[in-house]
């Protein structure tokens, strides 16, 4: 099933066809109607190009081409330091035609040339013209003042004259740039060909002497700068060194050798082997004493590595041995009371006191011995204390010279790199190249760049058009007013029941009939034979569209026809139809006459409202006006009520129960077109039917410039018909 074949439907795309096929007829047709008005501003739109052909002088174009390598900068510096911030090489293109345009190379092209100095050039046609009208018009103190007011006066200083040069030199130059080829495209345009080489030479040759003289100078300033930082580091250097001096004479600190220790930690190691040494000979002097003590205790006899090998230790014992086994024997042969052994005894006691008291001095000698290696262990130990002391000061004083040196070796360092640079920055001073080079200077143009007459006369003769066809198109559109049947049901969507010519410019003749006719239609179209209206309102968007007459003239026409009307004018404060009658004569001239005038007019009663806005605001809910409207009904076949214009008056809303119909009259080309759909949608919230549309004042001549496709195109086109019928 297909949902979208209604959307399809041949018939829409046949609706839009034909909306677009009129718009296009409609704007070709207001291109016809304002033929006159457009051909008269394309003629005068190329007389001014032919006069600007004329007056105007012709100019000269001449161009310079700066050529950019940006890869010369970074080598140039030597390996410098370069900056962190990477820009692209169309931006420093876009940079350097910046500074090309600016004011200071303006003034400086100025100055170069002596353009601030000399005469100005003479004048062109056209200036003299206008100078010499100007000294004719305006006297000398008018046109000084004028003069000084716009700063051009004699006052003028020498740097607002240059200024004013400058300004004029830049208003003709443009500079282009290329940033894929990174070129920039000087261009001087000027009347003058030899000037315009000449000016637009001067450009590239002041930018590139800019340039070479800004590099030239930061290379000076940066040599200069490096200069004083490498004197004041080699002030440093020197007070370090002094410093490192002074400290050595002071400390009388010595450096480390090539094994990384100095005198003092050797004197280190060597006493503390010293003491472990004498630490050992402590112990065993020690525990050679307690054997001793500890023999001599129990009775017994040391040994003798404990008595240190004494002789007379030993010759004592050897003695004592003797008496002992003398004494033995004589005891086995003689007996105890033998007196030799008496004396053996006390040989043997006086060998054993001498042994005690001789044990007794190797002990003490052993004591001697023990204090003697605690006090050399104990000196050892107190140099071991001074000789640490020592050392660590020692650490600390290194620690301090280590640092003075540190300083000194940075501040060679310092002093080697500022030299280095400061000779760098010296060579790139003098060798500095330039990022750009004039790749091909300006010669002096042969030929005009201005347009050629024809191209010219050409631009002045579309202009011309698409000017004249602007105007035409902005008179048509303030025209809004409605001027064909057709107009009405595609923006309102209502019938247009009668087109009534004005009958102004025709009062007798063939026109009159075609304005019978006209009516006759309406009245036809607007009461059919089954069911026809009785109360007909007949109402318009804003005064003076014509309701009386077109009221007057379907009365005339439906008493011809039998008809009894009654025209009721419901407008505030208006003669009486009856004794105003508009245009009688002429309608009388105009209808058909159907037995006497008299007899005609008694069958048209007409009924007026006396009062006004002010003072008659209830006349429509009065009940005497019901009693009459019944008793009209009654009387009447139709009754035409004649009210008030429907958005300036609420007549309408309070005849909305009595009107059978609505007739809406709207004046041809002048009511706004907006007007009358505000008034329809009004009519159609107040649910009154509006039975149709009249088009009253047509003129028949003026409507045929705008090629409607109405009645009244058929009324223009067949006259004959009309004087064959007369």
Wanted: hydrophobic share 40%; glycine share 6%; charged share 25%.
């Amino acid at each position: 099933m297909d949902f979208f074949s209604e959307m399809r439907a041949p018939r829409q795309s046949q609706a839009l066809s034909r909306y677009y096929d009129a718009a296009t007829f409609d704007f070709l047709s207001m291109l016809w109607r304002r033929r006159g008005l457009i051909l008269g501003v394309t003629c005068g739109a190329v007389l001014v190009a032919a006069l600007a052909l004329v007056v105007m002088p012709r100019r000269y174009a001449t161009d310079l081409v700066l050529q950019f390598d940006f890869t010369r900068d970074d080598t140039a510096g030597g390996g410098g330091k370069s900056s962190s911030v990477a820009l692209e090489a169309s931006t420093l293109v876009e940079s350097e035609a910046r500074i090309i345009r600016s004011l200071a190379t303006a003034r400086a092209v100025v100055s170069r040339l002596g353009l601030d100095k000399v005469s100005e050039k003479p004048a062109s046609s056209l200036s003299s013209l206008v100078a010499g009208g100007v000294d004719l018009v305006f006297p000398p103190w008018v046109r000084e003042t004028a003069r000084e007011f716009v700063g051009l006066g004699g006052s003028t200083s020498p740097p607002a004259l240059r200024d004013v040069v400058a300004q004029g030199l830049l208003s003709s130059l443009t500079v282009g740039n290329d940033s894929k080829a990174y070129l920039v495209t000087l261009t001087y345009r000027d009347t003058d060909p030899d000037r315009a080489a000449l000016i637009v030479n001067a450009f590239g040759t002041e930018y590139l002497r800019r340039k070479m003289e800004a590099s030239t100078s930061a290379s000076q300033r940066s040599s200069q700068w490096y200069g004083v930082q490498a004197q004041e580091a080699r002030i440093n250097l020197a007070r370090i060194e002094k410093e490192i001096e002074e400290f050595r004479v002071r400390t009388g600190f010595v450096e480390l050798g090539q094994d990384g220790a100095d005198m003092q930690q050797q004197q280190l190691r060597d006493v503390l082997t010293q003491i472990n040494a004498a630490s050992a000979t402590r112990l065993a002097e020690e525990m050679r004493l307690r054997r001793a003590q500890e023999s001599i205790a129990a009775g017994n006899v040391p040994q003798a590595t404990d008595l240190g090998g004494s002789p007379v230790v030993q010759a004592l014992l050897d003695e004592e041995g003797k008496a002992r086994r003398a004494l033995d024997e004589m005891i086995s042969m003689a007996g105890d009371r033998h007196p030799a052994v008496t004396r053996l005894r006390l040989t043997l006691t006086s060998v054993q006191d001498r042994l005690k008291k001789q044990l007794a001095q190797s002990v003490a000698n052993i004591e001697t011995d023990v204090q003697a290696a605690r006090a050399t262990e104990t000196a050892l130990s107190a140099r071991v204390a001074t000789l640490q002391t020592k050392s660590i000061e020692a650490r600390g004083l290194e620690g301090q010279l280590r640092t003075l040196q540190a300083e000194a070796t940075a501040a060679r360092d310092r002093v080697k790199q500022l030299s280095d640079a400061q000779q760098q920055a010296s060579a790139v001073s003098e060798l500095r190249p330039v990022i750009a080079q004039i790749l091909a200077p300006a010669e002096v143009p042969s030929l005009p760049n201005t347009p050629g007459p024809g191209l010219v006369l050409s631009l002045g003769l579309l202009t011309g058009l698409a000017a004249g066809a602007t105007l035409s198109f902005m008179l048509e559109k303030r025209d809004r007013g409605f001027r064909s049947e057709s107009e009405f049901a595609l923006e309102n969507h209502s019938s247009c029941v009668g087109l009534l010519p004005k009958l102004e410019h025709y009062p007798n003749g063939l026109e009159s009939l075609v304005f019978a006719e006209a009516v006759r239609s309406t009245v036809a179209e607007l009461f059919p034979p089954t069911n026809p209206p009785k109360v007909v309102l007949i109402t318009s968007s804003a005064p003076g569209e014509g309701k009386s007459f077109v009221a007057s003239a379907m009365a005339r026409v439906l008493t011809v026809m039998g008809q009894r009307v009654l025209v009721v004018d419901g407008s505030p404060r208006r003669l009486l139809l009856g004794e105003n009658f508009p245009h009688e004569a002429l309608l009388d001239q105009c209808l058909p006459q159907v037995g006497d005038s008299d007899s005609a007019a008694t069958s048209i009663a007409t009924v007026r409202r006396a009062s006004g806005l002010r003072d008659g605001q209830n006349v429509y809910s009065n009940p005497a006006f019901e009693a009459m409207l019944r008793e009209a009904r009654a009387r009447y076949d139709v009754i035409l009520f004649e009210v008030a214009p429907v958005l300036l008056s609420a007549d309408c809303a309070l005849l909305r129960e009595h009107a059978d119909t609505v007739l809406h009259v709207v004046k041809w080309n002048d009511t706004l077109r907006t007007t009358v759909s505000a008034t329809l949608d009004h009519l159609t919230r107040l649910g009154l039917d509006v039975g149709g549309i009249v088009l009253n004042g047509v003129d028949l001549e003026e409507q045929g410039r705008y090629n409607a496709t109405d009645r009244g195109q058929a009324y223009r086109n067949y006259k004959s018909f009309y004087q064959a019928s007369a």
